[in-house]
Antibody, heavy 121, light 115 residues
Framework: EVQLVESGGGLVQPGGSLRLSCAASGFTFSDRYMDWVRQAPGKGLEWVGRIKNKGNSYTTEYAASVKGRFTISRDDSKSSLYLQMNSLKTEDTAVYYC????????????WGQGTLVTVSS | DIVMTQSPDSLAVSLGERATINCKSSQSVLYSSNNKNYLAWYQQKPGQPPKLIIYWASTRESGVPDRFSGSGSGTDFTLTISSLQAEDVAVYYCQQYCTSLSSLSFGGGTKVEIK
């Protein structure tokens, strides 16, 4: 059974940093592209970014709204995905989901339960 | 970037009746090389993460009831629930994954309720 479990959310002040983790199991993590998607309270879904697999040089891509502030990484030996968030803004307040790329199209066949990040003074 | 626009924002449908949700993309998401539309639909129930229900615009994900169907091509797409059940109350999102042209993007969501 595929499982994605996020952790690391919490309250942080504007300008601060936070690192989210996503522990994956039930599939060959190293084969898959992995993404982060966020959802502000009461709002819709916003793609944050992606990290490709080793065969694609672990290339990362980001939404314009987070580029230069957020960094996605992965540790295939631990089946874990990370999101380092720096220079946080109040508008980054959201539930952050890790999502598994299907492997044959950049849609997401599994999602974690999400972790809430609140940026507030 | 490709902008996805859903309509309506919300709709209320009687149990057993049809629900229709529209999604329009600002550019075509149809790849001529493989004749596939790079469009997915998700269902999100309160307090839960999204769940994939349709991909390639019309392919149902395994385990999804056949009352859910997707149609359309190019820039205009539709999600239809043929006979609404109580458990279908949710927000539905479309997503384009035409990444050679654009970042991934989602529609704004359509909330489906029981009338």
């Amino acid at each position: 059974e595929v499982q994605l479990v996020e952790s690391g959310g919490g309250l942080v002040q504007p300008g601060g940093s936070l690192r989210l983790s996503c522990a994956a199991s039930g599939f060959t993590f190293s084969d898959r592209y992995m993404d982060w998607v966020r959802q502000a309270p009461g709002k819709g879904l916003e793609w944050v970014g992606r990290i490709k697999n080793k065969g694609n040089s672990y290339t990362t891509e980001y939404a314009a709204s987070v580029k230069g502030r957020f960094t996605i990484s992965r540790d295939d030996s631990k089946s874990s995905l990370y999101l380092q968030m720096n220079s946080l803004k109040t508008e980054d307040t959201a539930v952050y989901y890790c999502a598994k790329d299907s492997g044959f199209g950049h849609f997401f066949d599994y999602w974690g339960q999400g972790t809430l990040v609140t940026v507030s003074s | 970037d490709i902008v996805m626009t859903q309509s309506p924002d919300s709709l209320a449908v009687s149990l057993g009746e049809r629900a229709t949700i529209n999604c329009k993309s600002s550019q075509s998401v149809l790849y001529s090389s493989n004749n596939k539309n790079y469009l997915a639909w998700y269902q999100q129930k309160p307090g839960q993460p999204p769940k994939l229900i349709i991909y390639w615009a019309s392919t149902r994900e395994s385990g999804v009831p056949d009352r859910f169907s997707g149609s359309g091509s190019g820039t205009d797409f539709t999600l239809t629930i043929s006979s609404l059940q109580a458990e279908d109350v949710a927000v539905y999102y479309c997503q384009q994954y035409c990444t050679s042209l654009s970042s991934l993007s989602f529609g704004g969501g359509t909330k489906v309720e029981i009338k």
